[in-house]
């Protein structure tokens, strides 16, 4: 591990051409840093750019101005050492459970009996064993999350993108995913960012919680560490004070932002 | 009576014997229904060719230029029986079998190849975008003419025929099936490590192939017309040439004849493709795929 902080953002903008040929800018000077082994959950309302900002730390997308850097090394391109769990299904649905699993290692020509016992423990862990000829449409949607999670994982990330993942599950379901979520991380412990609109869910997962202003031209508003003790029960955890204390504070910072965001998309009501 | 009735009564509501007659009721409204169905459609053949037979027999139409169903059928004896006036009945079905599978074949393969090529590069697309567009737009059956003046009246200008009646279908969902992948799974390869051509054979194939399939259906019938009317134009063996004989003989039995056998050919390819389609999306939920018909 290197004295680097995982994921730096240094000072970045996003530019996107508007279908209409106008300019919209999506962040602003937006600097973030995530450490080693880092769980960093970023919320904020929606269309505040917290989607781009991930799609920027991937290398999907590059930034207009600002650096990213991994490991101390800029971006360029799409990192080998990065994982990305999309908020769709983004798992290939013509291929079974162990061949989505295995798609990683393929990829990247990895030697396949390896990867082929390497893909089982990781269905094992996320409690898939038995449903390696499925197909994802005779899956639950909990379960094709699980999927995401072993395609991902199985690539040893040191760096693990989550874009509001769980968001399309039931909230038992969910609960249940964060919990086994935390369980996985520990055990090769990546640095994380989640993206989620879901203060509870930020809180109850991560070490800190960034909270990002509304856009258009979006930015981090405030940054809040979470020293909730670990092991943490994401069911349960919400019921302990300083959960409490620490929701009302950040809550504080991100209603403002939220109010904003409201505003832009319902001006109408907001004048009646 | 009345104890009778009791004891009848008594195990029926027992839930085992319910089920039981329950299913034994849906299936005979299964059976039923399927009954009726197949007894409607065979009154419907009966009306037609009997009509058709009955309006021949009493000379309401002219037997000689309407042909009547049994003259069919006594055509097709002959034909299997003694062979056609250019040949065995056999090899006629196999020179045009062989012309419509070839042009399919190449084709599609065709099609898909250049469909997924424009649908994945941008430059390739805008480059080549208008020619395809004013190819498509020409009525390519003319181009029939063409091909046997240059390539003879062999296997060969069919072929080139058919692969032309073919290539635009096929090249048309290719292309689509390519630009309306989920971004989502492009994405996802992306970041699993997959290189362009990773991409395009994991993640773009098996996503255009839904709609690359559909498309056959229809190739394969443009392929068998492609063959016919190539024959029509200029051959010396095929079906095509042999309809076109029965015509030039006033021998309209030996027109319909051909086309009974055709119809055979097109079922049976109709079929194999359903096949092919379940094969190869095998992956989607049953209630995404087309019903039957």
Redesign the interface.
Known sequence: MSNHPAIELRDISKSFTTPRGGRYQALRNLSLTVDQGEFCAVVGPTGCGKSTTLTLV?G?ERPTTGGVFIDGQPVRG?G?D???M?Q????????TVIDNVL??P???HAPMAQARADAHGWLQRVGLTGFEDR???QLSGGMRKRVALA?SLI?SPRILLMDEPFSALDVQTRAIMSNELLGLWDLTKPAVIFVTHDLEEAIALADKVVVMTAGPAATVKATFPIDLPRPRVVQEIRFDAHFVDLYRNIWEALRSEVDAAYAQTAPKQEAA | MTTDALTDSAPVTRPTDDDAVVRRAYRWRKIRRRLLVHLAQALVLVVVIGGWQLLASTKHLDPTLFGKPSGVVSRLHTWIRDGTSIGSLGDQVKVTLEEALYGFLIGTALGIVCGVALGRVRFLADVFGPFIKVLNSIPRIVLGSVFVLMFGLGLESKVILVVVLVFFGVFFNAFQGTREV?R??L?????????KW?ITR??VL??AFTWIVASLHVAFGFALIGAIVGEFIGAQQGLGQLIKYAQGTFDANGVWAAMVIMALVALIAEWLITRLERRLL????AQLNHPDL
């Open positions: 991937s999907l799409i080998r990065i994982a990305f999309f769709t299904d983004a798992i290939f649905p013509w291929k798609a990683g393929k990829f990247r197909y994802p449409h395609q690539n | 989920d989502n799974f994405a996802n390869a992306a970041i699993l490590g997959a290189s990773q994991h993640v098996p996503s095998r992956w989607r939920p």
